[in-house]
């Protein structure tokens, strides 16, 4: 398993794939943005043998070296993204959906006909630096894990049933059907309409607003890459907490200005106790109280099917390892399990997946030497779940534990 290390690094290279011109170049360093950027030559060579390949009918998709991975990839013969790491353990799966969400906030800041047809490369470079707070936060070490299990970052309110209502309410009285609210980037509660948001701006919209400086409210153009490539929408957020958001998807209208402090009282005021309970959401993601068994350090669960997550890292915040050391360990292990014993990002068919004794249920990872943290995951129909574990768990009761803990998350998700 990886360990991203103070000096791991991760470059990201744009380029118009017709004449190889950097449209812009993005890095970062032990998690956090960095000014360090690759020369030109090197950027002039990657950008080359690829271009190399593709002249002789050849794909060239990824290469490893013994301390660096590059993953290449087109969009619509007009893009070229290449991303290179020297963070240990880096898998070319995570490198290549963090490129599809690249691309994908790319067309939700300036709309696909900008990529696919450059008039002008000196302006879309220009329009291009409004996504790279967007695209930073893919490179750095976030919270959140959306980007690379393409399922929506979540969170369950304690009193769920009465915010989804007030939510469906405030939609009507709005005109609009796509309404979310969000506590630091994940939802907390939404719309059908918004739920039915196709990948990849279900998860791109909450990566987007909280990547946004703080602000009362916004008006902001977006286009939805899957649902709306060429036709700008309006994405308007409202600060109703510091930390909890409301965003409408909406056309022309209804104007910012129609959405004043009196309508907003009068739908949100009466549930000012529970939205101040989500507010903790943030980072424990389940209700306060909810049983978790005292070996469990981080946990997430994937609904295959609705393409939402519960991911946190929070229990047990006294022990070892360090939160993002957790939050790396579940997503690499994601990873693994993703592309060596479970259908990668998405529930198989029952008649496609062969017969049951053919389709692993669950499966464990325990590290060492000196460490014995332990990683296993268990798939139960269409649900997904991998847990961490302190090194006291036994290795004989995993299996037992990982799914009582999937059975007691299933009314939640």
């Known amino acids: 398993m990886g360990d991203e290390g103070p000096g791991s690094t991760v470059h990201l290279l744009c380029l118009a794939a017709s004449s190889g011109v950097p449209l812009f170049c993005r890095s970062s360093s032990g998690g956090a943005p960095s000014r360090q950027q690759l020369p030109f030559s090197v950027i002039g060579s990657l950008n080359g043998v690829h271009m190399f390949g593709q002249n002789l009918d050849v794909q060239l998709n990824s290469a490893r070296t013994e301390d660096t991975t590059v993953v290449w990839k087109s969009f619509h013969d007009s893009i070229t993204l290449i991303a290179v790491s020297s963070e240990e353990g880096t898998s070319e799966l995570s490198l290549e959906r963090m490129l599809h969400m690249v691309f994908g906030a790319m067309v939700l800041i300036v709309g696909l006909e900008e990529l696919t047809t450059i008039r002008n490369v000196e302006r879309l470079k220009k329009e291009l630096r409004a996504s790279y707070c967007l695209i930073d936060s893919f490179l750095g070490s976030s919270e959140l894990i959306g980007d690379l299990t393409q399922c929506v970052d979540s969170a369950i309110p304690p009193e769920g049933s009465l915010m989804q209502e007030t939510l469906s309410g405030f939609a009507e009285a709005t005109g609009t059907a796509f309404v979310s609210l969000l506590v630091s ?14 990948m990849p701006e279900a998860v791109l919209l909450p990566w987007l607003v909280g990547s946004l400086p703080p602000q009362a409210a916004r008006d902001y153009p977006v286009y939805l890459p899957h649902g709306s490539p060429k036709v700008p929408h309006r994405l308007l957020t409202l600060t109703l907490l510091r930390g909890l958001e409301l965003c409408l998807l909406c056309g022309p209208r209804p104007p910012l200005g129609q959405l004043d402090p009196q309508l907003l009282d009068r739908w949100w005021q009466p549930l000012l106790e529970p939205l101040r309970a989500c507010l903790p959401l943030g980072p424990r993601v389940l209700p306060e ?9 981080g946990l997430l669960l994937l609904h295959l099917e609705l393409r939402r997550c519960l991911f946190t890292v929070e229990p047990s915040r006294d022990k070892e390892p360090s939160p993002e050391q957790r939050r790396r360990l579940l997503r690499n292990f994601y990873t693994l399990v993703a592309t ?12 496609d997946a062969g017969s049951p ?5 669950a499966c464990y990872l325990v590290l060492g030497p000196g460490v014995g943290w332990r990683l296993v995951a268990v798939q139960l129909g269409l649900r997904l779940l991998l847990l961490l574990l302190s090194p006291q768990s036994p290795t004989h009761g995993l299996r037992s534990l990982a799914t009582h803990t999937l059975q007691a998350l299933t009314p939640f998700l």
Do not use: C, M, N, Y
């Open 185 to 198: 980037g994940r939802v907390v509660a939404a719309t059908e309409g918004w739920w039915r948001l196709g």
């Open 289 to 297: 109280g909810f049983p978790l068994h005292s070996d469990i350090l």
């Open 340 to 351: 060596t014993h479970f259908p990668a990002g998405s529930a198989e068919k029952e008649e």
């Open 357 to 361: 004794a053919q389709r692993p249920r």
